[in-house]
């Protein structure tokens, strides 16, 4: 019984997402990978892959068509599963991979067993949900950071997609690559250091404490309309889901459309003036006081520890 | 041209849901129009105005904007909030076969009736604030054969050219697409801020048409019917282990190094 997954390739590079769902689906069964860009092949070696499946002719970034590339697959191969990163995109690929294939779908699972049960987290973390897809085939959308990375080596084998695939009816006029500087994409960060109100629109302290500790930088709501920062780094109920090691909410009160993008990180730190702001509730640990005396501070204590 | 905006009612996004067995307890809270279903419509709306004679949406406008709901039949409550804001009419399609179903029967429903109704754009909120699964908009372009402007914080609709354009940003970057009509669009909050009913609208909306439709009336043949079975079954649903009571010290001049000292007892660093 094989398992497909979806291989995440962005500027050149497969994203390290790749190799959570190679993880995963290989507690299934044999995992072939679905590639479309052919350079990229060297760097599908790092996991454990058993077999790739490289598609040419069709474009990655185009929902309807990677949802033909796969549907196709899915009859020729009968998969007992198909696996992709619950991303914006990932999960539209997922949508329509489930009508042309009759099967069903769970989207933002954060863990998969063996027999195919998914684990889901919903309202902010509150419950936790185990679900099955009944259908011959799963169509399954899998958070980032929802498991360690099988690091087993493989050289797997190498196949070409035949299928003939129609063109998608939208035209992509521009594409300008979100600017990624030198930190790491947020949902993908195993540390988030965010900002809120609290910052008067002022990020550099926080910044600079996220670069120190190799974080991504995200913003509340109140912060991202404010314009203070960009609405892609935007955490919440509306925004972006992250799941990092270690989130740090600086200036954030907390309110339950945060905390849905936010509640389900390992550990969680605030910083904060207001003693009885809700992110306190759920922080394992918390700092009563400003920002602008307590993280330049950290940054400091953190830049002294390293060599 | 004619407007479709899909909208859902939903448990108040503002108190705490909670589960009634294992499906999500829709009678015990607060019902009200998915929040993120309110840019669409506010979109829909703008459209329309930026292309009528008069300025405003309506019968004058020669324009036609429909909400197109499937739920309880106490989700009319939300259809009359879209059709206070200014939508022109509302269909409702309730059934007790579709208690239960998952967004492959959801957007099975949807489609049949979007189909039959001549519509240029279809306009939907990115996700609604119960489920988040965010999918509908995608399968009802695939189930339709349409193209998809989805998440799209800016649009630009040329009613006389047939084409919608939008940016979006995603994972991938941030894109600007195009399409001819007919188009799926979905838009996040950040497009623009819903107005609030007017009393006049609000009155006006009483005498609106809402139109509620079993399967049946829509066109399920009796033997379709099973396609609209979930494929989910849940199997448990658990709450969450109550989080140990956190750490919170005030700042006296040290808490900077504190927190730092907080991550390597935790050996974040």
């Not at chain 1, 069709?58 to 185009?62: K, L």
């Not at chain 1, 936010?262 to 990180?265: A, D, F, G, L, P």
């Given at each position: 019984m094989s398992v497909v997954i979806l291989v995440d390739e962005f500027d050149g590079k497969v994203a390290r997402s790749t190799g959570e769902l190679a993880t995963f689906a290989a507690r299934i069964g044999d995992v072939t990978a679905v590639l479309f860009d052919e350079n990229l092949l060297p760097q599908l070696s790092e996991f454990c892959i058993d077999k790739v499946i490289v598609v040419s002719d069709?474009?990655?970034?185009?929902p309807a068509e990677v949802a033909q590339v796969l549907s196709q697959i899915v009859k020729e191969k009968s998969p007992k599963a198909i696996l992709v990163t619950s991303t914006i995109t990932g999960k539209e690929i997922a949508a329509r991979t489930a009508i042309r294939t009759n099967s069903g779908i769970i989207t933002d699972a954060i863990d998969l067993a063996s027999d195919l049960t998914t684990t889901q987290s919903i309202f902010g973390g509150a419950l936790i949900v185990k679900a099955r897809v009944q259908s011959s085939c799963a169509i399954i959308a899998i958070r980032s950071n929802s498991v360690d990375i099988d690091v087993t080596k493989s050289s797997p084998g190498i196949e070409r997609f035949s299928g003939s695939i129609s063109e998608s009816l939208e035209r992509v006029l521009s594409v300008e690559m979100a600017a990624k500087g030198n930190r790491p994409e947020l949902t993908e960060a195993t540390i988030v250091v965010s900002g809120g109100a609290g910052t008067k629109g002022d990020f550099g302290p926080l910044e600079e404490f996220a670069d120190s500790l190799g974080a991504a930088v995200g913003a509340s709501r109140a912060a991202t309309d404010a314009g203070w920062y960009p609405h892609s780094s935007q955490v919440g109920q509306t925004g972006k889901t992250v799941r990092p090691q270690l989130y740090v909410a600086v200036g954030i009160s907390g309110a339950i459309q945060h905390r849905a993008g936010?509640?389900?990180?390992k550990l969680i730190i605030a910083v904060n003036t207001d003693a009885d702001a809700p992110i306190f509730d759920i922080a394992d640990f918390g700092v009563v006081g400003d920002l602008f005396s307590v993280i330049p501070q950290a940054t400091a204590a953190i830049k002294a520890k390293k060599p | 041209m004619k407007i479709a905006v899909c909208v859902k009612q939903v448990p108040d996004s503002w108190v705490e849901k909670k589960m009634d067995g294992q499906v999500i307890d829709r009678l015990g809270v607060d019902a009200v129009l998915n929040d993120l279903d309110e840019y669409a419509i506010e979109e829909a709306l703008r459209i329309v105005e930026a292309n009528s004679p008069t300025g405003s949406a309506g019968s004058e406008s020669g324009h036609e904007i429909s909400l197109i709901c499937m739920g309880p039949e106490r989700a009319t409550e939300a259809l009359r909030k879209g059709l206070s804001m200014g939508a022109d009419n509302a269909i409702l399609i309730s059934d007790p076969s579709l208690a239960g179903s998952d967004s492959l029967a959801t957007s099975l429903v949807l489609a049949k009736v979007i189909a039959s109704g001549n519509f240029d754009l279809v306009m939907c909120g990115t996700e609604s604030t119960d489920a988040r699964m965010s999918v509908i908009p995608a399968m009802l372009a695939e189930r339709l054969g349409w193209a998809q402007l989805t998440h799209v914080h800016k649009l630009d609709i040329d009613v006389s050219k047939s084409y919608a354009q939008g940016v979006r940003s995603t994972e991938i970057g941030i894109e600007n697409i195009s399409a001819d009509f007919p188009v799926v669009v979905s838009v996040p909050d950040k497009i623009n801020v819903p107005r609030y009913p007017t009393f006049k609208g609000i009155m006006g909306s009483k005498k609106k048409p809402l139109i509620i439709k079993t399967l049946d009336e829509i066109g399920f043949a009796a033997e379709t019917v099973g396609m609209l079975a979930p494929w989910t079954a849940v199997n448990d649903v658990i709450p969450r282990p109550p989080k140990s009571k956190g750490i919170k010290i005030v700042d006296t001049g040290n808490g900077g190094n504190e927190l730092v000292a907080f991550l390597e007892e935790q050996r974040v660093i």
């Open positions: 069709a474009n990655r970034n185009s936010m509640q389900t990180s | -």
